[in-house]
């Protein structure tokens, strides 16, 4: 089992649609991230979290630290935001602390 | 604001043949990374160097080498490349100091034949 796991793996949406992508982790973790990647693109990092809740214009991202969960949702979505979202965990196993990446969630928002 | 810089975009070698890719931060950040990405799979690290000097092997190491050459520049060479290393490399940094967010390249598409 993968220590991160997001779902759904893909995601088709209409414009102006409500988004949730969920992300399940079984490590402790110092923070969480979600991460943004367009086709043939970089990867930009959208929030970093270790507790509550955050939000940066029609993005928002929570974290349940006690049920190794968060999810990422999307309000109000727009063709722009079609792109594959990763969320990473940051943990310490054995004192050296590594990212672990999950598989990725493409969403594709049509018009 | 060059931010996190890799270069080449694209390149393609023959079986056997060597290659550097170079990854260069302009933000003072002590940690930098050396990740690949493959279909189906999530971001797997290769290398990190928490600081100038200091290397240290990642989950899939096998095939590679790095050098940290300042605090700037961190450098993945492929010795004698082989089909299995197709893929999409991305270089990383961050600083060290608490919970950091992680700054990408924009990646390196490699296609070995």
């Known amino acids: 089992k993968n220590e991160v796991e997001q779902s759904p793996q893909n995601l088709t949406a209409q414009e102006g649609e409500f988004i949730t992508i969920n992300c399940s982790y079984s490590?402790?973790?110092?923070?969480l991230h979600w991460l943004q990647q367009h086709p043939g693109g970089g990867i930009v990092s959208l929030f970093m979290?270790?507790?509550g809740k955050k939000k940066h214009g029609r993005l928002i991202a929570t974290i349940n630290i006690q049920e190794k969960h968060s999810s990422l949702h999307i309000t109000a979505s727009h063709p722009r935001d079609s792109a594959v979202y990763i969320c990473?965990?940051?943990?310490?196993?054995?004192?050296?602390?590594?990212?672990?990446f999950g598989k990725g969630t493409k969403l594709t928002v049509n018009p | 604001n060059a931010g996190v810089t890799q270069t080449p975009k694209f390149q393609v070698l023959k079986t056997g043949q060597s290659m550097t890719l170079q990854c260069a931060q302009d933000?003072?950040?002590?940690?930098m990374y050396w990740y690949r990405q493959d279909p189906g799979m999530g971001l797997r690290l290769i290398y990190y160097?928490?600081?100038?000097?200091?290397?240290d092997k990642g989950e899939v190491p096998n095939g590679y080498n790095v050098s940290r050459l300042n605090k700037r520049e961190f450098s993945l060479r492929l010795e004698s490349a082989a089909p299995s290393q197709t893929s999409v490399y991305f270089c990383?940094?961050?600083?060290?100091?608490?919970?950091?967010?992680?700054?990408f390249g924009q990646g390196t598409r490699l296609t070995v034949v």
């Open positions: 990383a940094s961050r600083w060290d100091r608490g919970n950091t967010e992680a700054f």
């Open positions: 979290l270790s507790s």
């Open positions: 490590v402790g973790i110092s923070a």
């Open positions: 990473a965990v940051r943990s310490k196993p054995g004192g050296s602390e590594k990212l672990v």
């Open positions: 160097s928490a600081s100038e000097g200091t290397t």
């Open positions: 933000m003072n950040h002590n940690s």
